[in-house]
């Protein structure tokens, strides 16, 4: 596209190199006397991306948002470019790229600003999550913006310890965040940097990560799911409030179909029901399967049958009345339901059931990992849970199988105590 009036071509592109997850970067190119200029304004998988109509494909589930990010990008883009020649038609292709990224924006928050919009229009998911870190981050810092060159190893340093003994979550029990969420902010702190390097406003031997900078390394986790008494409990659990006992019934029927993701309950619908039978699609990973519908969850099934209308009508209430074409409202409203689920969950449901563990929707699928444990042949787990790979069902059952160990433990103790055999 060549903006009408201007003697500089302005228009969006695809770049021709992949990044290292096979992305590609979506730039503004000015060209003026045949010298190139490219700000990039976000990036999208190559099947995504239609280059004869220069704009997000409709398979991108946010292809709206995106379209409207880049097409906002290169109306300001064109009016810059129309400003600076009208008053320096001389003006080379690299002047107006300027004008278009202003050097202001190359300190920390000011790329952190446009990072969080885009990731705003790609996935809520990560908007939401990442927004309060940075805010973290700039309550370290009281307010204070930051250039790239002072993100230092040292300034890191000092912020993992402000968040491991100064700050305190608001409006949380637990005094001091966990050892994961410590360091998830610096993967969003890195996150940005790649982000302004992206953006040419920062080189990569400015970054304070890397072999002699700041090392972010994952801890690992326990996963932990209820026992089969728990469970049992929570069955035999009725909640007064009809608030309370929804999200008992929604953890069961999780559970019932192997420890099913929330996100993809939320999206049932009656059509998914065939002769004793669910087939659905995974919202994670794409994959089409069947499970028989087990009889304690066509008795929950049974309960939420008296508030359909069609059967084209979703099962669960959630997501009634969304635009489920629409993935950030959609996985915005699947985030504010999930945590008041959880709450209800933690706060009135374990207490009643008699469960101290922490309870919440999520937990569901942990717990049927748990029972399965060593007794399910390990590519029945990898059908029931849909993974792609049996890798990825094995990494994830071993997080829950301990009969080895607690078989070693016990052989190790016994031989202590067993008595010497007679010389």
């Not at 038609?89 to 300190?107: D, F, L, M, Y």
């Not at 890195?190 to 992206?198: L, Q, T």
């Not at 999780?254 to 619908?269: E, H, I, N, P």
């Not at 997080?399 to 055999?421: M, T």
Request: charged fraction near 30%.
């Amino acid at each position: 596209m060549k903006a009408g009036g201007l003697m500089s071509s302005v228009s969006i592109i695809r770049r021709k190199t992949p990044y290292k997850d096979g992305s590609y970067a979506i730039a503004i190119q000015i060209i003026k006397d045949r010298r190139k200029s490219l700000v990039t304004i976000g990036r999208v998988d190559a099947d995504d991306w239609d280059d004869d109509k220069k704009e997000v494909r409709r398979c991108n589930p946010n292809h709206q948002r995106l379209n409207n990010l880049f097409r906002k990008k290169l109306a300001e883009a064109t009016d810059n470019a129309l400003d600076i020649e009208t008053k320096k038609p001389e003006a080379t292709s690299k002047a107006i790229r300027q004008k278009i990224k202003p050097r202001v924006g190359v300190s920390f928050f000011a790329q952190a600003d446009e990072y969080l919009k885009v990731k705003e229009a790609e996935n809520y998911n990560i908007y939401a999550s990442e927004k309060p870190r940075l805010k973290h981050f700039r309550d370290f810092l009281q307010g204070q913006d930051l250039a790239f060159s002072d993100l230092t190893l040292g300034l890191l340093q000092r912020f993992e310890t402000w968040l491991k003994t100064v700050y305190k979550p608001k409006g949380k029990k637990k005094k001091r965040l966990g050892e994961r969420s410590v360091v998830n902010h610096f993967v969003t702190i890195r996150s940005v940097f790649a982000f302004a390097r992206d953006q040419g406003a920062v080189d990569e031997k400015m970054t304070p990560f890397g072999k002699k900078g700041f090392k972010i390394v994952f801890p690992e986790t326990t996963k932990i799911g209820l026992s089969k008494a728990e469970v049992i409990a929570l069955e035999n659990t009725e909640m007064a409030d009809p608030r309370h006992e929804h999200a008992r019934k929604l953890w069961l029927f999780l559970f019932y179909f192997a420890g099913m993701r929330v996100s993809d309950a939320f999206r049932l619908k009656w059509s998914d029901f065939h002769d004793g039978r669910l087939y659905y699609k995974m919202g994670k990973n794409g994959k089409v399967g069947s499970l028989k519908v087990p009889e304690q969850a066509a008795r929950i099934l049974k309960y939420y049958e008296q508030f359909k209308e069609t059967k084209g009508d979703l099962v669960f209430p959630e997501l009634k009345g969304v635009d489920l074409s629409d993935q950030y409202v959609t996985k915005r409203t699947i985030g504010f339901k999930i945590s008041a689920i959880d709450k209800f969950l933690q706060e009135y449901v374990a207490p009643a059931a008699g469960i101290e563990k922490s309870l919440t929707l999520h937990i569901a699928r942990h717990t049927f990992a748990t029972l399965a444990g060593g007794a399910v042949d390990i590519q029945k787990l990898q059908k029931l849970y849909r993974h792609s790979d049996v890798k990825t069902t094995i990494n994830y059952q071993q997080n829950f199988i301990h009969e080895d160990a607690d078989d070693a433990l016990d052989a190790v103790i016994n031989k202590v105590r067993s008595k010497p055999k007679p010389e």
